[in-house]
């Protein structure tokens, strides 16, 4: 599984990418808004710093605007994937721009029919929200269940972005069912390298190499 890590925080985005942990990024007007910043500047800062796909959405409501501002922002580097909305006008623009070789993530994903019909437009990324869903008292992770079985049943190469993920066991989750991505926040994917067990071990073992006075350098 790919991870993608999901702000617009360069700061956050250089450590994760100096351990070699992402694959990626995915950012949305949210994440623009918090991180201050002029989307053009920071998302050029973003792809010259990591190699992956670096999402950038687009806000215009109709196919023709989302089509225009997507190329505004594929100018910025060759590694952006277009976000757009999953609405028909956005599936219009998905078509339109995958059929141009330009990397297109579909987003606001809440059901299968709507995952349906983006690998139908030939999105590169469809992004179903789980912690949303979860948030409505749905099982967003049943979602990525069903849109890996009707992918997998028809043949489909649109990969599947797991998204709005909010802790460890929804990385877990998604890795299980086999999303071809995750995109998280940056605490939650450090998160995953946390257990208590791992922390009393290495104390009691840091306790025993002190007793034995040696030194390894
Ligand atoms: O990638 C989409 C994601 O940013 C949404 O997350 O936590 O705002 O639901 P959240």
């Not at 959405?57 to 190329?71: K, Q």
């Not at 590694?79 to 599936?91: E, F, M, Q, R, S």
Request: one cysteine or more; hydrophobic letters at 45%; proline letters at 3%.
């Amino acid at each position: 599984m790919k991870f993608f890590v999901d702000t617009a925080d360069i700061d956050a985005i250089r450590e994760l990418n100096d351990l070699g942990l992402i694959d990626g990024v995915t950012t949305n007007p949210s994440l623009i808004m918090k991180s201050g910043r002029n989307i053009k500047e920071v998302t050029k800062e973003i792809c010259d710093m990591v190699d992956g796909p670096v999402s950038a959405e687009t806000v215009a409501l109709d196919a023709e605007g989302m089509i225009a501002e997507g190329l505004e922002l594929k100018k910025i580097a060759d590694n952006i994937a277009i976000k757009v909305p999953l609405t028909l006008d956005g599936l219009k623009a998905c078509k339109h721009l995958t059929g141009e070789g330009h990397m297109v993530n579909v987003t606001l994903c809440f059901s299968a029919n709507q995952a349906l019909l983006a690998a139908k437009a030939g999105a590169t990324f469809i992004s179903p929200f789980i912690g949303r869903l979860d948030d409505q008292n749905l099982d967003g992770m049943e979602l990525i269940q069903d849109i890996r079985t009707i992918y997998d049943n028809y043949g489909f190469e649109t990969q599947i972005l797991a998204a709005s993920i909010r802790s460890a066991n929804h990385m877990k989750d998604a890795a299980l069912i086999g999303a071809d991505v995750a995109t998280a926040p940056p605490a939650v994917i450090k998160s995953m390298a946390s257990h208590v067990l791992t922390d009393k071990g290495l104390e009691g073992f840091l306790k025993d190499w002190e007793k034995t006075g040696q030194k390894i350098l």
